[in-house]
């Protein structure tokens, strides 16, 4: 299973450095991605954002947003099962380490989230969290890591 954290997901939306690369990978799934709640509100989030720091139009982002609920309708994304106690006990584990790395909350839940279930592929733009992932045993491809 392949997880995308939000940076990696706005690269479906956004055309950005790396951008490419992702729908490359992305394309090449043969099952629905993962994507939960507070994945979705991040993404959102993110969009608008880039509203905020004049990237992008009112118009444009909330036109991802509704291409992203099509995309998840269609059943291109799901929202998965996730075992909450089981995801708790997992970041706790991973974020053992944060003293060594200084890994962020929503990083290391994302990882965590991989974990519980059942990724073997992680996709992140985000240097901390591909150490985070990796250090996990999560494949993050070398081009997404900067």
């Known amino acids: 299973m392949l997880y995308l954290d939000t940076s990696a997901l706005l690269k479906l939306y956004l055309k950005e450095r790396g951008s490419a690369e992702t729908q490359t990978v992305v394309a090449g799934q043969r099952h629905p991605l993962p994507v939960w709640e507070i994945q979705q509100m991040e993404f959102v989030n993110a ?4 509203v905020f720091w004049k990237d992008l139009s009112p118009a444009d982002a909330e036109r991802q947003i509704d ?6 309708r269609r059943g291109l994304y799901y929202h998965p ?3 909450r106690l089981e995801l708790t006990e997992t970041f706790e584990r991973l974020s053992r ?3 060594h790395h200084g890994g962020r909350t929503f990083d290391i839940l994302h990882v965590a989230c991989a974990l519980v279930l059942g990724a073997r ?3 992140t733009f985000d240097t901390k ?3 985070v992932a990796r250090q996990a045993g ?3 491809p070398e081009f997404l890591a900067s």
């Open 81 to 83: 099962e996730i075992d």
């Open 121 to 123: 592929q992680f996709l």
């Open 138 to 140: 999560l494949e993050v």
């Open 67 to 72: 291409l992203f609920k099509e995309r998840r």
């Open 97 to 99: 380490d944060t003293v």
């Open 47 to 50: 969009l608008r954002l880039k």
């Open 129 to 131: 969290q591909s150490l």
